[in-house]
């Protein structure tokens, strides 16, 4: 076999050289491409050249203040210099199988004279999209920024004050004091494309990666028509794909839409841009849920018949405590199994909300299921538990508060109520405790904690198991697998379970799941899954189980407190409860088991 003639030492090490130069290049190239690329400036003092630069945090606009600070934490990230001549675009990406593209990668591609080089795929959700991009190149046109007086209002009902600082006319930061909320007002914003950065002290927004907020041209959020759903159809058009990559619904005949253009380029921001058509718009983390609106509902609801509007009590800052009771009182009444939904434990938790009110909806429709549900069982709804947290944008409140050393006015409302429910001979059943996740954690439902031992664990997994088929048949992604087993007794769920034997479930729902997010009327639908699920289960063989293992509950309460409660004040049930067991554990009854999960 004839060989090729050799090449000289000398061509050789240039041929190295030239290999070892092209890598370089790609290398850099490719680094750069993966990091912060979040804002286009062109800077009129460095002729020849535009640069890449992240959030400059500075003060209120000032035309004389510089574009960046280095000495700010969040612009130490290298920068990507588009040189002369050369253009940087994004291409989805094609997977060496030749499959379909990733949803959210793409090719970045660097052109120069004709040529074109592809550095990397990299996730499009870490780059600013091409909106933003528009947005500096309008704002830094001449004499744009002289007509623009956009300004950001925080602090009103269910937001918490968040320090806002102006980078320039359409940029601003906002720091929020936790990682699972925010929501402001935008003012002056007709006819203007607007960047928000979200900035967390902490590394909390790590599963903010594929979230879409939502914004409203409203700011009365306690009316009921902010809210409607009526002639929704998120089936009615074709879903679009946010730039970080979820699928959106459509979101005709709703007044909430989500913002599509975010991007997150640290675990500690999250960007955003849109373009807005009117003055004053509502921006949040996920639909709002106030406690004015949710009296108001919760009152309509009552009107149309077969439910009665139940004052619980007061808050501290005196927001009345509803619950909707619905089902038809009848000779059957006591023996009619109950159901608790209720929701806002965590009180800034919206998504529950809305879930607690569509099962109330639901169950107030015209169908014929709806009317045999009300004739079949009860059903007790508290869309929001916590109205005083809620109405100043808190995360926490009531949720650890029914124990004795923790007890607040709350819970001790609560808390008597449902002791006078019980003793009056009245039914509690199941109780689903609705919470919601931030975005990238889970599905649309999962179960985040059932009892997980004996028989009141496996009615719990076979529960479980109904919502979560019901939830695939109905059109929702649902995690099959409960994420924690065990009860909250410092939690109003896990102590009804404690002292009275109902099943408790505690459920994350998500509307912002990275594999397809839901509109409103979507998130209330989920309501009506667990209503349905658990007419499903109390009606099975697994479900005479599950009421018969209350009733044995329920029996040996009443013996505990037939020998030892007489001699405990019962003004004060949560008291009064602990010194029953406490007393029955004294005297040789053993204690429950069950894994305490915080």
């Excluded at 004839?2 to 090449?7: D, G, L, Q, V």
């Excluded at 660097?110 to 074109?116: D, E, L, N, R, T």
């Excluded at 091409?130 to 500096?136: G, V």
């Excluded at 002290?201 to 409203?216: F, M």
Aim: charged fraction near 20%; glycine fraction near 8%; include cysteine.
């Amino acid at each position: 076999m004839n060989r090729p003639p050799s090449k000289s030492p000398r061509t050789k090490w240039l041929d190295l050289a030239a290999i070892g130069l092209l890598s370089i290049v790609i290398i850099a190239l490719g680094y750069f491409a993966f990091r912060e690329t979040v804002g286009l400036f062109a800077d009129s003092d460095k002729a020849g050249h535009a640069e890449l630069t992240p959030p400059a945090m500075i003060g209120p606009a000032d035309p004389a203040a510089p574009r960046a600070r280095k000495a700010d934490a969040i612009t130490q990230m290298p920068q990507l210099v588009v040189l002369p001549g050369m253009a940087l675009a994004t291409n989805p990406s094609k997977p060496r199988d030749g499959g379909a593209a990733s949803a959210n990668q793409s090719l970045v591609s660097i052109s120069s004279a004709g040529q074109s080089i592809s550095i990397a795929s990299i996730n499009k959700g870490i780059v600013a999209p091409p909106l933003e991009l528009q947005r500096q190149h309008d704002e830094n046109s001449a004499g744009a920024s002289e007509h623009t007086n956009v300004t950001i209002e925080t602090g009103f009902e269910c937001s918490p004050t968040m320090s806002v600082r102006q980078i320039s006319p359409t940029h601003f930061a906002l720091e929020v004091p936790t990682p699972y909320w925010f929501i402001f007002r935008v003012h002056g914003a007709a006819g203007h494309t607007v960047r928000f950065d979200i900035i967390y002290a902490g590394t909390g927004l790590r599963k903010w990666a594929t979230l879409n907020p939502v914004y409203a041209y409203v700011t009365d959020l306690d009316d009921p028509a902010t809210f409607a759903t009526e002639g929704a159809n998120p089936e009615s058009a074709t879903s679009s794909r946010a730039w970080n990559g979820p699928p959106l619904p459509s979101t005709n005949g709703q007044k909430w839409h989500f913002i599509a253009n975010a991007w997150q380029p640290g675990p500690n921001v999250f960007n955003f841009v849109q373009s807005f058509d009117a003055n004053d718009v509502t921006v949040a983390m996920r639909v709002p849920y106030t406690a004015e609106f949710n009296a108001a509902a919760l009152s309509s609801l009552a009107k149309t018949g077969g439910a009665e509007l139940v004052k619980v009590g007061s808050s501290t800052g005196n927001w009345p405590l509803l619950m909707l009771r619905i089902g038809i009182e009848d000779a059957r009444d006591l023996e009619k199994p109950c159901v608790l939904i209720y929701a806002g434990e965590h009180a800034d938790e919206t998504d529950g909300m809305f879930a607690a009110l569509g099962a109330a909806r639901f169950l107030l429709g015209t169908t014929d299921e709806a009317r045999s549900l009300r004739e079949a069982f009860t059903f007790l709804i508290v869309p929001m538990v916590d109205p005083d947290a809620n109405a100043v944008g808190s995360h926490m409140g009531i949720i650890d508060t029914f124990l004795t050393a923790d007890e607040t006015p709350e819970a001790a409302t609560y808390a008597n109520w449902f002791g006078k429910w019980i003793s009056s001979g009245k039914r509690l059943d199941l109780v689903f405790d609705l919470h919601s996740v931030q975005s990238a954690e889970s599905d649309h439902v999962a179960c985040a904690l059932a009892e997980g031992i004996g028989e009141r664990g496996s009615i719990s997994e076979r529960l479980h198991g109904e919502v979560a088929s019901l939830a695939s048949e109905t059109g929702f992604r649902a995690t099959s697998r409960i994420w924690k087993r065990g009860w909250s007794p410092d939690r109003l769920g896990g102590w009804l379970s404690r002292r009275y034997g109902a099943i408790g479930m505690a459920y994350e729902l998500n509307s912002q799941c990275a594999q397809r997010h839901l509109g409103l009327s979507e998130i209330m639908d989920i309501g009506a899954l667990f209503v349905r699920s658990s007419a499903r289960f109390l009606d099975s063989s697994d479900g005479r189980t599950a009421l018969a293992s209350v009733n044995k509950s329920r029996a040996a309460h009443a013996s505990a407190e037939k020998k030892y409660g007489t001699a405990i004040a019962a003004d004060d049930v949560i008291a009064y409860e602990a010194g029953i067991s406490k007393a029955a554990v004294a005297d040789g009854r053993p204690a429950s088991k069950e894994e305490w999960v915080p």
